[in-house]
């Protein structure tokens, strides 16, 4: 790892780093959404500001934004983990590596809401055929464009709800019926607006995340005796075909 990180400078033994480390890594894994929908291109490196979007006289340039969040280790802690021979409390790790997930699918979700090209009405949800015939309009409206998909569907978790029960015309639930038109996946996230969705149609020619710097955790250094951290990365998202983002709306 990048010297720039003073890993080597923190006092904790390496079995310390590996729990902090996997704390962090589990974290987000738990918590992010768009990793799951969108192909990954780097890291390139943490001094790359800006990566290209397109080719020939289409290509421009985005910026990475850096997404961090600060924690620190009380010494107290880490010294009473060590006497006793018990984990090291983590907790706070684990939170500043929530707010960074959290920070990054803002930032690839927002981006894809704000760039789609096409968008379908909602429709009546209350009713048990209303989120896959929404769906459906979508994949359609994709497909006619050229966007063959696979197709994912990320939803609100208030529209998600209404997935979770059983067709009675079909005899199944609505999420397994919409898996056979979105076999990319469906997905809820709680920073979509009440009534907000999308379908997207996958690909890495369509859209990915550029990465700079990985999901990381620096060592900052000490204020007293006890240990700053911070969790850090430098992401980008990448937009190239906005026909293949579709919105949900009400």
């Known amino acids: 790892m990048g010297e720039f990180l003073m890993r080597d400078a923190a006092l904790l033994s390496e079995k310390e780093w590996e729990a902090l480390d996997t704390t962090v890594v589990e974290t987000v894994r738990k918590f992010l959404v768009g990793r799951r929908l969108l192909d990954l291109a780097g890291p390139f490196g943490p001094g790359v500001e800006m990566v290209p979007v397109g080719t ?17 280790l009380y010494w107290q802690d880490v010294e009473v983990s060590r006497a006793m021979g018990t984990h090291l409390e983590l907790g706070k790790a ?18 894809l809401w704000e760039q789609a090209d096409k968008a379908v009405g909602l ?34 978790p208030a529209l998600y709800t209404q997935t979770q029960r059983v067709s009675h015309g079909m005899g ?50 000490n204020e007293g005796l006890d240990h700053l951290f911070r969790v850090m ?18």
């Open 56 to 72: 020939g006289e289409e290509r421009h340039y985005v910026p990475l934004t850096m997404i961090d969040e600060p924690f620190t």
């Open 94 to 111: 684990a939170r500043a590596a929530m707010a960074c997930a959290k920070a990054e699918d803002d930032l690839i979700l927002g981006g």
């Open 123 to 156: 429709g009546d949800w209350s009713k048990a055929e209303g989120p896959l015939d929404s769906i459906v309009a979508a994949t359609e409206a994709l497909f006619g464009d050229g966007f063959l998909g696979p197709y994912a569907v990320v939803l609100s």
């Open 172 to 221: 199944r639930m609505v999420s397994k019926l919409i898996a056979d038109v979105a076999e990319g996946g469906l997905f809820r996230s709680q920073l979509l607006g009440e009534t907000q969705g999308m379908v997207l149609s996958l690909g890495a020619f369509n859209f990915d995340i550029a990465i700079g710097q990985d999901l990381v955790t620096a060592y900052e250094g």
């Open 233 to 250: 990365e430098t992401i980008a998202l990448r937009v190239k075909r906005p026909g293949a983002i579709c919105r949900l709306e009400g």
